[in-house]
């Protein structure tokens, strides 16, 4: 079993959709967990972080972490093209220090 | 404010030769992290620096890597004899460490490796 498993895609959704990205995880001593956005070519972008169990919204994001399921979602609300990206998902263990990233989603929103 | 600096963005070397890589923190960032992905792979953790602590070294993949922090700030990842297989980019992150948000960890752009 991978330590981050993601859909690896590619998902596609109208411009206008919403965009929903799955993430699992095994290790039950994550407390912390983050999404991140990379453009082709580009380093990772911080896009939203979530700690505690319930939904978390920012803007056109929302993250969703269910810890007793090990599972962790973003929702992206009225997608659009400029949000075509690979978004990866990263537990964090603080004992540990570093992340452990997800093979990454990729999203394309078509006009 | 300032995010974190990588240099070169580009690094160019014939098999054999050692490379030094660059990294700049985020000013009063604590904690460093050295990551590496290849073309059409996820992201590997490399190694990572935490205050004046031991650095965490268990991601280094062989004994031709190493990488130090100097004075709490600048970090250098040091290849040595590269091969092919270490071409990628290399990423750089550093966070303010501690709890919550702090565990944050923002990415320099990367350098870019290729090994002929």
């Known amino acids: 079993q991978k330590e981050v498993e993601q859909n690896s895609g590619p998902l596609s959704v109208p411009e206008g959709a919403i965009a929903s990205l799955n993430c699992t995880y095994s290790?039950?001593?994550?407390?912390?967990f983050f999404w991140y956005r990379q453009y082709s070519g580009k380093s990772p972008e911080l896009i939203m972080s979530?700690?505690?169990?319930g939904d978390k919204e920012d803007g056109r994001f929302t993250a969703q972490l269910n810890k007793a399921s090990q599972y962790v979602s973003l929702l992206i609300r009225d997608s659009q093209p400029s949000d075509s990206a690979t978004y990866l998902c990263?537990?964090?263990?603080?004992?540990?220090?570093?992340?452990?990233f997800g093979q990454g989603t990729i999203l394309t929103v078509h006009p | 404010g300032a995010g974190v600096s990588q240099s070169p963005s580009n690094k160019v070397t014939e098999k054999g030769k050692d490379v030094e890589l660059r990294c700049d923190p985020i000013?009063?960032?604590?904690?460093l992290y050295w990551y590496r992905q290849s073309l059409g792979q996820g992201l590997e953790f490399l190694i990572y620096?935490?205050?004046?602590?031991?650095?965490?070294k268990s991601g280094l993949p062989s004994d031709r890597f190493s990488a130090e922090r100097t004075g709490g700030s600048v970090s250098t990842l040091t290849i040595q004899r590269t091969q092919q297989e270490d071409s990628a980019v290399y990423l750089c992150?550093?966070?303010?460490?501690?709890?919550?948000?702090?565990?944050?960890?923002?990415f320099g752009p990367g350098t870019r490796l290729t090994v002929t």
């Open positions: 979530i700690y505690s169990n």
């Open positions: 000013s009063g960032h604590t904690a």
């Open positions: 992150a550093s966070s303010l460490a501690g709890g919550g948000i702090s565990y944050e960890q923002y």
């Open positions: 290790d039950r001593g994550s407390q912390s």
């Open positions: 620096f935490q205050g004046n602590s031991a650095p965490d």
């Open positions: 990263a537990p964090f263990r603080a004992s540990y220090g570093k992340l452990t």
